[in-house]
């Protein structure tokens, strides 16, 4: 099934590449998506078990409501309307204190759909301040789709936190898929607005001592990142396989660095 949001970094593009890296009886397997955002790769192979992260907290509020209320959600973001007045009233309900669960579930939902191109950011004090969006008609509330989404996330363990929480739940045999913010392919296109604290460099090297470690307990990672050479250097000489793929688009019109229309995924499934 496709993501219930759009978000940025999703990974639709790219499903089928990272899916190839997989076994072949990964859905049998347990799942682990630490860095979920829209969660493109985990909608796609709807696995049956494992966990899901992401260290944003209201993001992670939505999908446990999805999966714990979800007629509840379908209900209340019913109730919203794409209008540009209503737009902005929500966006300040959504940065207040105090609403239920289910409401900031479906403000996000709401913002999601009605916001500029989908984006989520957040200014320095952690408030939503992306302006309304313009959209034929857009769908807000899909009933269909997460009624499938809280089936599928019935037995999935629902994490909000730094992506390390992944040392405490994978075995052997488990599939990790890793999407961290990209490591940006020249400085005009850092892009490290998902939460009010970026990911830097030290973020990247603690991620790839995460994956030598997953490595050495047996569990099969995949993890993408920019075709960079400070991304290729980190992982090297671990007897890691390395993919790139040029379906990125550019973020910049400024970049000219080569690596900056790469994706490049790295695995230990060989
Ligand atoms: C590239 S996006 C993931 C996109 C996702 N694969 C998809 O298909 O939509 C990266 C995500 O990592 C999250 N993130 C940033 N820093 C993190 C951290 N230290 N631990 C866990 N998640 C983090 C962001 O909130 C963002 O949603």
Redesign the pocket.
């Known amino acids: 099934m496709r993501?219930l949001l759009k978000?940025?970094?999703?990974?639709?593009a790219l499903v089928k590449s990272i899916i190839d890296l997989f076994p072949q009886d990964y859905t049998e397997r347990r799942y682990h998506?630490?860095?979920?955002?829209?969660?493109?790769?985990f909608f796609h192979t709807t696995p049956q078990m494992g966990s899901i992260?992401?260290?944003?907290p209201r993001?992670m509020n939505f999908y446990r409501v999805v999966r714990d209320d979800s007629e509840g959600l379908i209900e209340e973001a019913s109730r919203y309307r794409y209008d540009e007045k209503e737009y902005y009233m929500r966006r300040d309900l959504f940065n207040s204190r105090g609403l239920s669960d289910v409401e900031y579930a479906a403000l996000l939902l709401y913002l999601n759909k009605t916001a500029y191109n989908g984006l989520y950011r957040v200014n320095s004090k952690g408030e939503f301040n992306v302006p309304f969006g313009r959209y034929e008609d857009p769908v807000i509330v899909h009933p269909r789709s997460i009624r499938r989404a809280s089936r599928l996330l019935r037995n999935v363990d629902i994490r909000c936190?730094?992506?390390d929480y992944i040392l405490d739940v994978a075995d052997e045999g488990d599939i990790c898929y890793l999407?961290?913010?990209?490591h940006p392919a020249s400085e005009t296109a850092n892009f490290t607005d998902?939460?009010t604290k970026g990911?830097d460099m030290g973020?990247q090297e603690r991620l790839r001592d995460v994956c030598i470690e997953l490595d050495s307990r047996n569990v099969l990672f995949v993890l993408s990142n920019s075709d960079t050479e400070a991304v290729r250097g980190l992982y090297e000489g671990e007897g890691f396989h390395f993919q790139s793929l040029r379906t990125r688009r550019m973020i910049s019109s400024k970049v000219s660095s080569r690596s900056s229309g790469y994706d490049l995924l790295i695995t230990n499934n060989r």
């Open positions: 993501p978000w940025a970094g999703g990974k639709r998506e630490p860095f979920f955002g829209g969660g493109a790769v992260n992401d260290i944003n993001l936190g730094g992506f999407d961290p913010p990209y998902y939460a990911f973020d």
